[in-house]
Every structure is written in structure tokens, then in C-alpha cells.
């Protein structure tokens, strides 16, 4: 007995319950992959791009090697949040560290609402599964109970079959939950290497143009 035959030979509660776990297991893959995939490429780049920042003479030559590196658009905004606001508008009032704070923490934060994207899904996900499943597997026990009382005769071939196939809900819902469970775990802990690696350059990123160095004697060294 398989979710397709459950589907099949159950009622309209059976199939809503099989149809809503194929739902969110083809989401949960779905997003498991796009997401090890995204992942994957920004571990890599935001390493490769923030060696290349460093490396670079300037400014504005570090924009553009950043750029052959950053394929995700993870650093690019942080460097980009270094312009400078519109004359005349409230968010050039203050003064420049407080501007440059408030640039790179909204750059920040958009980027992370991209590197989170998903994990919302799969919480959801590994969370409610177990107990859809559990919901069918009720529903099927309640109508195999109903269909023995009505025969008047108990017997264990008529309870194994008809419980059993209930049963498949409960695994069912643990077989779309369990993948859910560990793609959030694990991508949330790649997200807070991440979002680490991005925080420190930020703030270093603000040292750096708030505290610019001073050249004495040809050689640049702290104010």
C-alpha cells in the first residue's frame, strides 16, 4: 500500500491529508536543493570576495574585482552601501558614521532575508508533518474500526489490513519531516557561518572608511 493507492481507494479526507504531504515534500526538496546549491557557491564566494576586497588598491577597483567574484550578490551591496546619501534628505543628516552604520546594516539585512529564504518552509515543514500524517492515520483506524463494528465480527485479518494501511500515514508524514528537520538544521548552521563572515566585514568595512589611515613619512599607518 503506497500514498498513490491511499489515494486512490480513500475517502476525501485520506486524499486531501496524502495530496497536502506530496505538497510539502516536493516543497521541502525543492527548497533543500535550491538551497544547497545557493549555499554551497556562498560559502565559496563571500571567502574569495572579501580576500579580493582587501587585496585591492582602492575603493572603487575593489568594486569591480569583487564583482568577478560575488556571484550571489553577497558582498556587492555592503561595498555599494558606502555611497553616499542624497543631499538634503533625512538620511544624510548625522554624521557620516552614523550613516554609513545605518547603510550597511539595511544592506545586511537584505541580504540575509535572501540567504534565509526557505528556512521558514522547512520549520513549517518538519514541524507540522508528523501530525498531518498522525491525522490521516486517525481517520483511517476510525473508518477500519467503523467497517469491523458494522460487520459485528472482529477478526486479525480484518483489523491488520485496514490498520496497517492507516499506519502508512504516520510513516508517511515522518518520511516528509525528518529531510525537512535536517535541511533546516544544517543550513541554518551554514546561513550563521555566513552571516558571521559578513557582520565582520561590515564592521570592518565601517573601521575603515569612519577611521581612514594617515600617511606620515610615505607610509600609511592608524590615526
Do not use: C
Not at 560559502?43 to 576586497?53: H, L, P, Q
Not at 534565509?116 to 520549520?123: E, M, P, S, Y
Not at 501530525?131 to 476510525?142: A, K, M, P, Q, S
Amino acid at each position: 500500500m503506497t500514498l498513490l493507492q491511499l489515494f486512490g481507494q480513500g475517502d476525501a479526507v485520506t486524499r486531501f491529508v496524502a495530496a497536502l504531504l506530496l505538497a510539502m515534500s516536493v516543497a521541502s526538496w525543492v527548497v533543500i536543493f535550491w538551497k544547497g546549491w545557493l549555499l554551497r557557491r556562498a560559502t565559496r564566494d563571500v571567502g574569495r570576495s572579501t580576500a579580493a576586497f582587501w587585496q585591492s588598491p582602492s575603493l572603487e577597483q575593489a568594486r569591480q574585482t569583487v564583482g568577478a567574484f560575488d556571484r550571489e550578490s553577497l558582498v556587492l551591496p555592503l561595498i555599494a552601501a558606502t555611497a553616499g546619501e542624497p543631499a538634503g534628505s533625512l538620511a544624510a543628516a548625522g554624521d557620516r558614521a552614523q550613516q554609513l552604520t545605518r547603510r550597511l546594516r539595511d544592506a545586511l539585512h537584505r541580504i540575509l532575508d535572501k540567504l534565509q529564504f526557505g528556512q521558514v518552509l522547512l520549520a513549517t515543514v518538519g514541524a507540522t508533518a508528523p501530525f498531518i500524517g498522525l491525522l490521516g492515520t486517525v481517520w483511517g483506524i476510525y473508518h477500519a474500526l467503523t467497517a469491523i463494528a458494522a460487520e459485528g465480527q472482529i477478526t486479525i485479518e480484518k483489523v491488520a489490513g485496514p490498520v496497517g494501511e492507516a499506519l502508512i500515514m504516520t510513516a508517511a508524514g515522518l518520511a516528509v519531516a525528518i529531510p525537512a528537520v535536517l535541511g533546516y538544521n544544517v543550513y541554518g548552521r551554514l546561513i550563521g557561518r555566513i552571516e558571521a563572515d559578513l557582520e565582520g566585514f561590515a564592521r570592518d568595512l565601517r573601521e575603515l572608511l569612519t577611521h581612514p589611515p594617515v600617511a606620515v613619512g610615505g607610509v600609511e599607518t592608524p590615526p
